[in-house]
RNA sequence: CGGGGUGUAGCGCAGCCCGGUUAGCGCGCUUCGUUCGGGACGAAGAGGUCGUAGGUUCGAAUCCUAUCACCCCGACCA
């Protein structure tokens, strides 16, 4: 491709609204544009990319049996309320106007209203299903260019089988196929045991690249490779100790002490020697959570002790509640339920509020003075813990999800009544998987992970063009023909060539604008290495670079990319 | 949805607080010339209803009100 003729749109200066790297990176290489948040318009560089990391997710895909299909995006509400999920999804879901259609954000729905008009027969399973399509979801608050917009692309698969032995097969295959694609991608990934959430079924995992753009946290254990979002992950912290000897309960007046840190400086001790309370509500009933030292609650743990949603409390109910105000609020004496981290189990010699402002009480023990009192994991895990399978130091960070595999089971099935006749003539419900991969996540993960201060470094796999061919001076007769002879001997080998023929930009121009754009091997032709008959070749990974005789071009590049 | 910020030429920004000729700067763009291996130089140009709508005022990019858009933090998130 000439670039005098292209639209590559390259950027020297930051655009203002973009911050994560992946997204000044593709903004300035031309690669995509914004129309609205969260919708992105891909560009002729850009698009390519996305075509190379779809046909690998192809291949994996059709190596595992998977069948492209191509669905519409635009779906009849009334599908969507079979299963119930336009609720669910509420104002995720973008409803059409002036037709009762809404705008898939997923595709569960259409592929079950396929599979219960077709997989009538055991026989017919199992089948694999996939398509790579946009998907809408209007989300609150899109960012980080395309990482979350409200438009974007996704492989997603469905696995339709006859027994949840054949299910546990289909999920392994995907797990293979997905760890084939983001490999051959050149991501560096681990993979998470979730929660389900919204989806439904059974068990689930996700595809996860460290990331600061990355909107979830997750624990990783470099040592042994244990991974967890933090609403789940354990660290094996030791709890406090119970001391042998009780002492007494005292009151302490403490004025104007509100936090723990106040706490342990007024009374010059440890904070693992103190019990913080925060008060939570649970439809309308207030629930007494205490953590050791200044630990903070882990709101989705909590979420799942008491099984549902909470809140905290504001600053007025804690009065009403307790009858002190914040910062003097303790188990002892207070009326109502009570939970604890596990770290407090039995604790006692512990210091805490005393349910009247400005005053705490020394001495507690949680089995002598808090009569009802249920012990749960409910702490957020931190950096530098030990791993609770190996012992070694986790590490926690944010992270970007790229895929997520399912065991869906028969959520859906069931209730679009996609049934199958057994070998006994039984009717079942389908058992089934969903798989998706983000595919614009897949661009913009490889190039938070791939890039330099001067721009982006394509591996072969993903490079949109595998050779940059830049002529340095364009008015110059012998660097017109050799680079037009370069360019067409490459082309016809089968490379891609993106030539560089401006006639008036710079050579300093011209070198930024490759290194930018990042493409593997660049071939730089100058009339003076012309003069020996030589041009130069840069790897752009390596920054090496090397004279080689024009007439040795073809060879070199061969080795260069069969060496890569 | 809560908090914060920003809208001035294709891009990056100044001007606004304290209202007053013809709204500026850098990059980019057009033409000519000189340059030509790491984002050149000179000259001459094109390009703006200052996000939008009201209001205050003799006079508004500047003050007031409303509204829209975009960004960041949070909440939410198959």
Redesign the pocket.
């Known amino acids: 491709m000439r670039l005098s003729k292209s639209f590559v ?12 790297t992946s ?1 000044i990176l593709m903004l ?1 290489a031309g690669m995509i544009r ?1 129309v ?4 992105y318009s891909f560009l002729p560089v850009g698009y390519k990319v996305i075509r190379k990391i779809s046909e690998i997710i192809r291949e994996e895909m059709d190596a595992i049996g998977g069948q492209e299909f191509h669905l519409p995006a635009l779906n009849p509400k009334e599908i969507w309320e079979e299963t119930g ?1 336009v609720e ?5 879901l973008f409803h059409i106007k002036n037709r009762e259609y809404v705008l898939a ?2 595709h ?1 729905e259409i592929m079950t209203f396929h599979a219960r008009n077709v997989l009538k027969s055991y026989k017919e399973m199992p089948q694999i299903w996939y398509q790579i399509q946009t ?1 809408f ?1 209007n ?7 395309v990482i ?1 917009g409200r438009q ?1 692309l ?1 492989k ?1 698969a469905y696995s339709f089988d006859i027994s949840m032995e054949g299910l546990d097969k289909s999920y392994g295959l995907h797990d293979k196929a997905y760890r084939k694609i983001f490999d051959r991608c050149h991501l560096s990934y681990f993979v998470v045991g979730a929660s ?5 079924g059974s068990g689930s995992e996700e595809f996860m690249v460290k990331s600061d ?1 990355g ?2 946290t997750v624990a990783h254990c470099d040592n042994c490779g244990y991974a967890a979002n933090l609403e789940v992950a354990t660290s094996n912290i030791k709890s406090k100790e119970r001391d042998s000897r009780s002492e007494e309960i005292k009151k302490i007046h403490t004025p104007n002490v509100r936090s723990i840190d106040e706490l342990c400086s007024f009374l010059k001790i440890d904070e693992t020697r103190c019990a913080k309370s925060r008060v939570y509500i649970q439809s309308g009933k207030s629930v007494l959570v205490l953590m050791l030292g200044n630990e903070e609650v882990n ?1 989705a743990k909590l979420e799942r002790a008491l099984g549902g ?1 909470v809140r905290p409390a504001h600053p007025e109910e804690l009065v009403e509640i307790t009858g002190a105000e914040a910062g003097s609020i303790g188990p002892v004496g207070y009326k109502g339920k009570i939970i604890a981290d596990l770290r407090l189990k039995d604790a006692n010699n512990l210091f805490s509020g005393a349910n009247e402002t400005d005053y705490h009480f020394g001495g507690i023990d949680l089995k002598r003075d808090v009569k009802e009192i249920e012990y749960f994991d409910l702490r957020s895990i931190k950096s530098g813990e030990a791993c609770p399978r190996c012992s070694h130091n986790l590490e926690v960070f944010t992270a970007i999800e790229l895929g ?1 595999i ?1 065991k869906l089971g028969t959520k859906y099935s069931t209730s679009m009544g996609a049934n199958f006749l057994d070998e006994n003539g039984k009717e079942n419900p389908i058992i089934m998987g ?3 991969i ?1 595919v614009d996540r897949v661009m913009a993960c490889y190039i938070e992970q791939h890039h330099d201060d ?2 982006i470094i394509w591996d072969k796999v993903l490079a949109p063009f595998q050779i940059h061919l830049m002529g ?2 364009m ?2 007769q012998e660097v017109i023909e050799t680079c037009d002879m370069i360019y067409n001997d490459l082309t016809t080998a089968g490379y891609d060539v993106l030539f560089d023929d401006r006639i ?13 754009l990042g493409m593997p091997i ?1 071939i ?7 003069k020996d008959e ?3 070749i ?1 790897i752009r990974s390596t ?1 090496e ?1 090397f ?1 080689i005789p024009v007439g040795e071009i073809k060879e070199k590049i061969q080795s260069i990319s069969e060496g890569k």
């Open positions: 749109p390259t950027l020297k200066e930051v655009p203002s609204d973009a911050v994560v997204h300035r914004i609205a948040a969260g919708i999920r669910a999804f509420g104002d995720i954000p997923t569960e998907k979801r989300e609150s608050r899109p960012r980080s260019g979350r974007f996704m997603d389900s959430g919204a989806m439904g753009a909107e979830d709101e949603a997520h399912f969903s798989y998706g983000g001067n721009g340095l001076n008015k110059k008036d930009a710079q050579a300093g121009f011209k070198f930024k604008d490759a290194d930018l660049q730089i032709v100058g009339d003076k290495k012309l030589k041009v130069e840069k920054g670079r004279d």
